[in-house]
């Protein structure tokens, strides 16, 4: 069963760190591009980043470029979002989804998804 | 301020059809590329409704279709059921901005 369950959320104060995991499970990992998307309170879907199969090609919202890595370990089976100089508009269900085909992942829709790790900045 | 525009919000009654727009530029639907629709039901994650721009995954019922055209795509859900009452989006990729962009999200509420 394909499936992907987010981790590392949690309360961070303003201007710190943090690392999110998406560990991957029931399909080949190193074949997908994968991406970040996040959710603040009562708001619309907000997509992040995505990351190539192999690694090799990275893309970002203007809205995290420069303070948001993403990066991933296939031999892990895991996706992770490096989030640097946390804002508290940061606050949101960070979520990792996969896109529906290998092929050109970056125009195609996301058919799995995790449930959501929640992360708040505040002081 | 979401680049792809959803209305904020539709409703009908049960049985009724009910369509949801989402208007885009020259740089997103209108050069071509691919629109897919997801249904976020309250306290979910969002789940994949409508493919490039009108393929079903498996599972999905045929009372949900999709259609694009122009700068613009539709999604419509017709014999409409308690059940459908969720968030709606639309997404695509915007060449100018070299990023996927989402709508805004339309809430439907059954009558």
């Known amino acids: 069963q394909v499936h992907l369950v987010e981790s590392g959320g949690g309360v961070v104060q303003p201007g710190r760190s943090l690392r999110l995991s998406c560990a991957a499970s029931?399909?080949?990992?190193?074949?997908?591009?994968m991406h970040w998307v996040r959710q603040a309170p009562g708001k619309g879907l907000e997509w992040l980043a995505v990351?190539?199969?192999?690694?090799?090609?990275?893309y970002f919202a203007d809205s995290v470029k420069g303070r948001f890595t993403i990066s991933r370990d296939n031999s892990k089976n895991t996706l992770y979002l490096q989030m640097n100089s946390l804002r508290t508009e940061d606050t949101a269900v960070f979520y990792c989804?996969?896109?529906?085909?290998?092929?050109?992942?970056?125009?195609?829709?996301?058919?799995?998804w995790g449930q959501g790790t929640t992360v708040t900045v505040s002081s | 301020q979401s680049v792809l525009t959803q209305p904020p919000s539709v409703s009908g009654a049960p049985g009724q059809r009910v369509t949801i727009s989402c208007t885009g530029t020259s740089s997103n639907i209108g050069a071509g590329y691919d629109v897919h629709w997801y249904q976020q039901l309250p306290g979910t994650a969002p789940k994949l409704l409508i493919s490039a721009n009108s393929n079903r995954p498996s599972g999905v019922p045929d009372r949900f279709s999709g259609s694009k055209s122009g700068t613009s795509a539709s999604l419509a859900i017709t014999g409409l059921q308690a059940e459908d009452e969720a968030d709606y989006y639309c997404?695509?990729?915007?060449?100018?901005?070299?990023?996927?962009?989402f709508g805004g999200g339309t809430k439907l509420t059954v009558l």
């Open positions: 029931g399909f080949t990992f190193s074949s997908y591009a």
């Open positions: 997404q695509s990729y915007d060449s100018s901005l070299s990023g996927v962009i």
């Open positions: 990351i190539s199969y192999d690694g090799s090609y990275k």
């Open positions: 989804a996969r896109p529906r085909t290998t092929e050109q992942w970056l125009y195609r829709g996301m058919d799995v």
